[in-house]
């Protein structure tokens, strides 16, 4: 029987670069809204926290909420 990674959440190793996958699934959950993203469209995530976002404006407010 084949598994499906449809509506499954995917477990990423988040790079300067890019993202390595841990687990399988289709997309990932914004660490601040909660929004699904399809990997296909993740462009946004924090190396050092090992985060994804769903926005440009949501991973400025992520930064700056850090101190950093």
């Known amino acids: 029987m084949l598994?499906?990674?449809r509506n499954k959440v995917a477990k990423l190793h988040y790079l300067p670069n890019g993202f390595r996958m841990l687990s399988s699934?289709?997309?990932v959950l914004c660490a601040v809204s909660g929004e699904q993203i399809?990997?296909?469209?993740?462009?946004?995530?924090s190396v050092e926290n090992q985060e994804p976002?769903?926005?440009?404006?949501i991973?400025?407010?992520?930064?700056?909420?850090?101190?950093?």
């Open 25 to 27: 699934g289709d997309h």
């Open 59 to 68: 991973s400025a407010q992520a930064h700056l909420s850090d101190g950093k």
């Open 38 to 45: 399809a990997l296909e469209d993740l462009r946004y995530w």
């Open 3 to 5: 598994m499906s990674n």
């Open 53 to 57: 976002y769903a926005t440009a404006e």
